[in-house]
Structure formats: C-alpha cells, structure tokens
C-alpha cells in the first residue's frame, strides 16, 4: 500500500486496524492533519481555538481573508471535505485527523519517507517512525540530492528507486522466512 501526501495519513491509519498488508509506504508520513492548518496561524488565533472561542475566530478569519482571495480561496478548496461551514468548525475536524494514539498497533513493514525541508508536517516522519520503531524503516531525501521538500516532486524518479530497493528487500526476506 501506498499512500502520498495526506495520503500518508490514511496508509498510516489504515495500517493501525488492517494486518493484512505485505508492505507499505508513506510519502511523507502525516500523524496529525491539523499540524498544516494549525501551523500557519498566529498564536493568537490558536489560543481562540484552544479557548472554545469560535465566534471570535471565524470574526477574525473572515476579516483576515477580505485581504487575501488567493488564501480563501485555497481555504475553501481544503475545507471542502470535512463539509463544514465556520473556520473553527473547520479546524475542529481537521483536529479529529490524529493518529498517534494508535500507531502502537501498527505491524506492518512500513517505510516513511523524510525529505529535508518538509513545509506541512515538518518532523512527522521521524515521530512516527519513533512511534513503529519495531516495524518502520526512515528514508532521508535532502536538498543536495535535489530530493527536499514535500513529496521530492524534483526527484521523483529516486524517490521511486528507494520505494523499489526497500520493498525488493522485503520480498527477499519473506521468501527466505
């Protein structure tokens, strides 16, 4: 199984119920989806949400984007699946998305990808793989490879030669066990 992006969070997930998979990868790895929400607000704007502050929130969100209809607009494009309609509401569903209260159960084979310079869930990876140690394997991606930031989209073609090694080596080992 194989899991991209925010992909990495439901292959993840999927893994902590489901042991009948050989093998799997995350490309990168995501425990918590709200970290990319989260993350890009002012501190501020986190203590309304963590407050219970709502109204006040979805006050100054909707005045914040009157100055940006590029970031409403991606805005909208993102809530749209967790079919919500404040911005607290939104981020309080995004909040649901966690998975490291059970990543413990995980026992498939499962190898994280870890590119320098990840900008939406910087250090996932490694808690993960912290969190399976018995079953995951980390792979590093860094600039000088021309294989950093999220999901090496200009390297591509390694990314796919370290997913292919990995996995040759788990079907080596199970046909020798």
């Known amino acids: 199984m194989y899991g991209i992006s925010q992909g990495g969070y439901w292959v993840a997930r999927a893994l902590a119920f489901e042991h ?16 990319s929400w989260t993350s890009q607000l002012p501190k501020s704007m986190n203590k309304l949400l963590d407050e219970g502050q709502g109204e006040k929130f979805d ?6 984007m009157k100055f940006s209809p590029e ?3 991606t805005w909208q494009f993102r809530a749209r699946p967790y079919g919500t309609t404040g911005f607290a509401e939104t981020i309080g569903a995004v909040r649901g998305y966690n998975m490291a ?5 995980i ?16 250090g996932q990876s490694e808690q ?18 021309g294989a950093n930031v999220h999901c090496q ?7 796919a030669q370290r997913i292919f090694d990995w996995l040759d080596d788990r079907i080596e080992e199970s046909q020798e066990g």
Request: charged fraction near 20%.
């Open 107 to 122: 026992t498939t084979p499962l190898l994280i990808t870890s590119p320098e310079g990840e900008q939406f869930w910087p």
């Open 59 to 64: 006050k100054e969100m909707s005045f914040g």
């Open 128 to 145: 993960l793989a912290s969190l399976t140690a018995g079953v995951s394997t980390i792979v590093r991606f860094t600039a000088v490879e």
């Open 20 to 35: 009948r998979f050989a093998a799997a990868i995350t490309d990168p790895v995501v425990v918590d989806v709200s970290a």
């Open 101 to 105: 209260d059970v990543a413990d159960k």
């Open 153 to 159: 989209p200009l390297a591509r073609a390694l990314t």
């Open 71 to 73: 970031t409403e607009r």
